[in-house]
Every structure is written in structure tokens, then in C-alpha cells.
């Protein structure tokens, strides 16, 4: 398995208090990217990364924020968390050479609760 | 905007058939598409990826095809086991950092 752990693994919050989801990776991979997957919506992308500080929007990132200090951490933000984002957040992660050019590996997920 | 979409959503078989995924996509400008597995309550797992300068790769017993042209792949499992009951996943990724991922498709292996 790719290198690629997830903090919390759960969460259950209150609506409007902030949360931060943590991805950590072990592979030094330049790409990394945020997703969350819902019953009827599938997997959409929230954020990605491809560098340090070098972050940009995806299909659904209103709400959220992210930073990159370091290769290996990628942080997700819910500045002020909402009942519209409980869902499974899942982190991934991609090298940009080699013969797994572009192909993406997962974490374990992180199933968030906002009541 | 590019759409994905995976046909049929369920499929129940018996052990032993080959069995066919579908997965057809509305923009043809791809860098590459990616099969993966999901088990419940799991993460995605990485099954096979096609470069757009491909036309199929393969890895045991299962076999990917992809045809820009007609906006369509195929995922083959050949001699299904009950071990291969999860949700099937395929994804286009149409630049850098963009993808789009279709709903899946749940496959039931009966022993």
C-alpha cells in the first residue's frame, strides 16, 4: 500500500466550529488531492496540490481551505463546518514520474459528523 | 464539462463467469483513465491506470481497454471469485490535477 495516512479517522462536530483533516504521505509525491464521497454524488475533488504552497480549487470547495508547508502534508479546513459536509473525506496522492506517472493512491478515509 | 458514467450500477454473477465493466466518459481529451476497487467502508485501491497513448493494460486476471475515439473503457474479470465482490470505480483525469469519477458499479459474486 502507498504510504498514506489520515487523521482523525473519525470525527463527529458541532455545526460551525472549525475542523482540520490531516493527510500524510510517505512516498515524496508532488500531487495531493482532497476529495469527498457521497451516497449519489460519487467522489468529486474539494482541493489540490501540486507543490508546496501551490494549491488549487476543485469541483466542490466552497466551505473549504488547504495548505502545503511540507511535501509529505496536505490539510483540509472547514473554516466553519456545516451539516452539508458530513461525508467521507478521502485524501490521494499522485507521482509525476516513473511508471506510475498520473496514477492516483488513496488513503484510508476520514468520516466526518457535523451535527 | 466532462461526465462519467458506469453502466449497469449493480451486477450479481456466480463464481467462475467472466464478467464485463463499463465506463464511458463525454470529453475525449483524457490524459488517462484509472480502474479502482472500493470495499466497503474502505478506500479506493488502485487496479489498473491506461496512459490516453494506450489501448489496454493488464494485471492477473483482470484486463482494462480504452477507446478515446468512442469516449469508452472496459474493465474485464475474468473467472470471478467471490473475492472480487466490491464497488468498481473508473475515473478520467482531463488535466493536471482535474478528475472525474464515475458513481460505480457494485459487483456481487455469489460462491
Same mark, same amino acid.
Given at each position: 500500500?502507498?504510504? #498514506?495516512?489520515?487523521?482523525?479517522? &473519525?470525527?463527529?462536530?458541532?455545526?460551525?466550529?472549525?475542523?482540520?483533516?490531516?493527510?500524510? /504521505?510517505?512516498?515524496?509525491?508532488?500531487?495531493?488531492?482532497?476529495?469527498? /464521497?457521497?451516497?449519489? &454524488?460519487?467522489?468529486?475533488?474539494i482541493h489540490y496540490s501540486y507543490g508546496v504552497k501551490d494549491?488549487d480549487k476543485g469541483e466542490v470547495s466552497d466551505g473549504y481551505?488547504? @495548505?502545503?508547508?511540507?511535501?509529505?502534508?496536505?490539510?483540509?479546513?472547514?473554516? @466553519?463546518?456545516?451539516?452539508? /459536509?458530513? @461525508?467521507?473525506?478521502?485524501?490521494? #496522492? @499522485?507521482?509525476?514520474?516513473? $511508471? $506510475?506517472?498520473?496514477?492516483?493512491?488513496?488513503?484510508?478515509?476520514?468520516?466526518?459528523?457535523?451535527? | 464539462?466532462?461526465?462519467?458514467?458506469?453502466?449497469?450500477?449493480?451486477?450479481?454473477?456466480?463464481?467462475?463467469? *467472466?464478467?464485463?465493466? *463499463?465506463?464511458?466518459?463525454?470529453?475525449?481529451?483524457?490524459? *488517462?483513465?484509472?480502474?479502482?476497487?472500493?470495499?466497503?467502508?474502505?478506500?479506493?485501491?488502485?487496479?489498473?491506470?491506461?496512459?490516453?497513448?494506450? =489501448?489496454?493494460?493488464?494485471?492477473?486476471?483482470? *484486463?482494462?481497454?480504452?477507446?478515446?475515439?468512442?469516449? =469508452?473503457?472496459?474493465?474485464?474479470?475474468?473467472?470471478?471469485?467471490?473475492?472480487?465482490?466490491?464497488?468498481?470505480?473508473?475515473?478520467?483525469?482531463?488535466?493536471?490535477?482535474?478528475?472525474?469519477?464515475?458513481?460505480?458499479?457494485?459487483?456481487?459474486?455469489?460462491?
Open positions: 500500500d502507498a504510504g #498514506i495516512t489520515q487523521s482523525p479517522r &473519525h470525527k463527529v462536530t458541532e455545526t460551525g466550529t472549525p475542523v482540520t483533516l490531516r493527510c500524510h /504521505q510517505t512516498e515524496n509525491h508532488r500531487y495531493m488531492y482532497w476529495y469527498r /464521497q457521497d451516497p449519489g &454524488h460519487g467522489l468529486r475533488l494549491t481551505s488547504v @495548505s502545503r508547508s511540507k511535501t509529505e502534508d496536505f490539510l483540509l479546513t472547514l473554516e @466553519s463546518a456545516t451539516s452539508s /459536509q458530513t @461525508s467521507v473525506y478521502f485524501c490521494a #496522492i @499522485s507521482p509525476t514520474s516513473g $511508471s $506510475s506517472y498520473n496514477e492516483q493512491f488513496f488513503g484510508p478515509g476520514t468520516r466526518l459528523t457535523v451535527l | 464539462k466532462q461526465e462519467v458514467t458506469q453502466i449497469p450500477a449493480a451486477l450479481s454473477v456466480p463464481e467462475g463467469e *467472466n464478467l464485463v465493466l *463499463n465506463c464511458s466518459f463525454t470529453d475525449s481529451a483524457i490524459y *488517462n483513465l484509472q480502474w479502482f476497487r472500493q470495499d466497503p467502508g474502505k478506500g479506493l485501491t488502485s487496479l489498473l491506470l491506461i496512459q490516453s497513448s494506450q =489501448r489496454e493494460q493488464t494485471s492477473g486476471r483482470l *484486463n482494462a481497454s480504452l477507446d478515446k475515439s468512442s469516449g =469508452r473503457s472496459t474493465l474485464y474479470i475474468a473467472a470471478s471469485q467471490p473475492g472480487d465482490s466490491a464497488t468498481y470505480l473508473c475515473a478520467v483525469y482531463t488535466n493536471a490535477g482535474k478528475s472525474t469519477f464515475g458513481d460505480g458499479t457494485t459487483l456481487t459474486v455469489k460462491p
